[in-house]
T-cell receptor
C-alpha cells in the first residue's frame, strides 16, 4: 500500500510481482526525463531515460511511460526482486538547461 | 556508465570550521557539474550548477558565500561549506555530465554525509 506525509510514499510489492512507480513532473516544457534508484547512504544510480518525443521506452526489466498531457511518468519493474528495494526518483530537465529537478521519490519495498 | 567519485564519503567537523568536498569525473570530461543536498527521507534539492572555468549558478535561496563552488578543471569540482553549523548537516551529492548538447545522462557520486557538531 501507499503512505504519504512526512515520510516518502512507500510501495510494497511481493517478490516476483510487477511494480509500478509513479511520478508527476512540474514543467510541461521539460524535454528529458530520467529515473534513478537510490539505495540507503548512496548516490542515485541511473536506471532509464526518455525524451519528450517518446511515450515509452524499455530497458532490461524496466519500462518507462511518459504522458505529457497530464505531466506523468511511470516506471514499471517486471518480476520485482529483493535487490530492487530502494528509493526511486524521477528527474526532469527543462529545455535549454542542463539542470535536473528531482521528484519527491517513492520507497519500494519488496516482500519475500 | 561513467564514474563520478566523491570524497570524502563521511566527514564530521566542528561548528565554525569549513569543509571541502571533492567531485571528480574519472573517465570522462565533465562540462557541467551539479551539487545537490538531501535531507533524510527527502528528495535531492539542486544547490548549484557549475560549468568548467566559469562561476557557478546558484539556485534561489542557496547562499553562494556559504557554499563555495569551484570547477577549475573538466574533471574536478569542489564544494566548500564555510563556517559550518549543525543545520548544514546533510547528505551532499554531486553529479556530472559530459558532452555538449543533446540528451546526456548525469552520473552521480556516492555522496558525502556531513555532520557538524
Amino acid at each position: 500500500g501507499e503512505s504519504v506525509g512526512l515520510h516518502l510514499p512507500t510501495l510494497s510489492v511481493q517478490e516476483g510481482d510487477n511494480s509500478i512507480i509513479n511520478c508527476a513532473y512540474s514543467n510541461s516544457a521539460s524535454d528529458y526525463f530520467i529515473w534513478y534508484k537510490q539505495e540507503s547512504g548512496k548516490g542515485p544510480q541511473f536506471i532509464i531515460d526518455i525524451r519528450s518525443n517518446m511515450d515509452k521506452r524499455q530497458g532490461q526489466r524496466v519500462t518507462v511511460l511518459l504522458n505529457k498531457t497530464v505531466k506523468h511518468l511511470s516506471l514499471q519493474i517486471a518480476a520485482t526482486q529483493p535487490g530492487d528495494s530502494a528509493v526511486y526518483f524521477c528527474a526532469e530537465r527543462g529545455p535549454g538547461t542542463y539542470k535536473y529537478i528531482f521528484g519527491t521519490g517513492t520507497r519500494l519495498k519488496v516482500l519475500a | 556508465g561513467a564514474v563520478v567519485s566523491q570524497h570524502p564519503s563521511r566527514v564530521i567537523c566542528k561548528s565554525g570550521t569549513s569543509v571541502k568536498i571533492e567531485c571528480r569525473s574519472l573517465d570522462f570530461q565533465a562540462t557541467t557539474m551539479f551539487w545537490y543536498r538531501q535531507f533524510p527521507k527527502q528528495s535531492l534539492m539542486l544547490m548549484a550548477t557549475s560549468n568548467e572555468g566559469s562561476k557557478a549558478t546558484y539556485e534561489q535561496g542557496v547562499e553562494k558565500d556559504k557554499f563555495l563552488i569551484n570547477h577549475a578543471s573538466l574533471t574536478l569540482s569542489t564544494l566548500t561549506v564555510t563556517s559550518a553549523h549543525p543545520e548544514d548537516s546533510s547528505f551532499y551529492i554531486c553529479s556530472a555530465r559530459g558532452g555538449a548538447g543533446g540528451n546526456t545522462e548525469a552520473f552521480f557520486g556516492q555522496g558525502t554525509r556531513l555532520t557538524v557538531v
